[in-house]
């Protein structure tokens, strides 16, 4: 084997300008003495490596850097005399070589938004078809349900009802207490500038029953019970749970979509008539200690001056928000991957599209109850 020392390089002018011999090794070892002979020699233009008895990766490497050096400064740096294994090495060195990135090329500002925006609308379009097709996956497993009751599980609906519904009372009828304490204080103190204190029954009634009620207990539900039907599903699948189940032949929507699901169809109306009692009673309470209504006088008011029809548009919404709060707390479950980082990333992604979704379906339903004259 050689060593350091048994190995030597040998240089040799060419009598031609810029033209040189080399013999001897070059390998990693000799690279050294290359290095400072070629950077005292800087028009070297031609280099002869016939008479190189060993030739390495290094020393390849070092030749065809060279020369790609020589063409940054505009020259031509010619390397003659190789024979067919140095070619061949050459040919393997060039090609293992870095290439260098090519240049960005930024399209004009226009474009860049035009496309940016073309790709957040196939990625919302992409994502509505997704959640159909999630609610399209809920009814189908309803309707298996209701055809084949033994497949239905009614434990744990019983549990998720619970969990949805019963424990979310307290923090609902607080909500919705405080709002109507807000609504009451606010609108008195604009209503008494026209004498017309008596209309804060009404500002509180229709507020309460119409919007605020189901809305704003929605948006709590959607806080706690999204994230949680995220946090549970996408727990199931990184521990490869939900593969366990088809392995075992259970239908992972059957068992864990329709129960949840189901849960809120159930449980929502039920919370948005707690909303509403409890909105109702923080305003009369405000009312009476504010503006001297009594509770008999703010009764009174209340029947008759409110329409059912505002409790019934408030409790009409209740079901769609339960589907869209439902179905995007599931879909994004499913979308969790085998990491803590997806985990998160899609609990908190589904409470922020359970939320906008169902602030644009009020909005929706207002629109189109305005349209109807309702």
């Not at 019963?166 to 204080?185: D, N, S, T």
């Amino acid at each position: 084997m050689n060593t350091a020392k048994q190995q030597i390089l040998s240089f040799s002018d060419g009598g031609a300008t810029g033209e040189f011999h080399l013999s001897g090794h070059l390998t990693i070892y000799t690279l050294p003495q290359a290095m400072a002979v070629f950077e005292c020699q800087p028009e070297i233009l031609k280099v002869d490596i016939s008479g190189l008895e060993r030739l390495d990766t290094g020393g390849a490497w070092f030749l065809l850097t060279q020369q790609t050096q020589a063409a940054a400064r505009g020259q031509n740096l010619v390397i003659s005399g190789a024979s067919a294994e140095a070619a061949s090495l050459f040919k393997s060195v060039e090609a293992a070589m870095p290439q260098p990135d090519p240049p960005i090329v930024q399209p004009p500002f226009f474009r860049e938004i035009l496309a940016r925006i073309g790709e957040r609308v196939v990625s919302g379009v992409k994502f509505l078809l997704a959640l159909t097709s999630y609610l399209g996956i809920f009814l189908h497993r309803l309707g298996r349900a209701i055809r084949h009751p033994s497949e239905f599980r009614l434990t744990a609906l019983v549990h998720h009802c619970e969990e949805v519904g019963l424990k979310a009372v307290p923090i609902v009828a607080l909500m919705a207490f405080l709002i109507g304490v807000v609504l009451a204080f606010q609108g008195s103190t604009q209503l008494k500038q026209f004498g017309a204190e008596v209309f804060v029954v009404d500002l509180i009634a229709v507020s309460i029953l119409r919007e605020l009620g189901i809305l704003l207990t929605s948006i709590i539900v959607a806080g706690r019970t999204a994230s949680a039907f995220t946090a549970a599903i996408g727990s199931m699948k990184m521990r490869e749970e939900i593969d366990a189940m088809r392995t075992l032949g259970l239908d992972p929507a059957m068992v864990l979509f329709v129960p949840r699901i189901l849960a809120l169809l159930l449980m929502l109306p039920i919370l948005g008539l707690i909303a509403d009692i409890s909105g109702l009673f923080g305003g009369a309470l405000m009312a009476w200690i504010d503006l001297g209504i009594s509770p008999e006088m703010f009764k009174t008011r209340l029947v008759s001056g409110t329409s059912v029809n505002h409790v019934l548009v408030g409790l009409v919404k209740a079901p769609f928000f339960a589907l869209i709060i439902g179905v995007v707390g599931c879909h994004a479950g499913m979308q969790v991957e085998s990491n803590a980082e997806s985990l998160g990333r899609m609990t908190s992604n589904a409470v922020v599209t359970a939320i906008f979704a169902v602030i644009v379906a009020d909005a929706v339903f207002s629109i189109f109850f305005a349209s109807m004259g309702i």
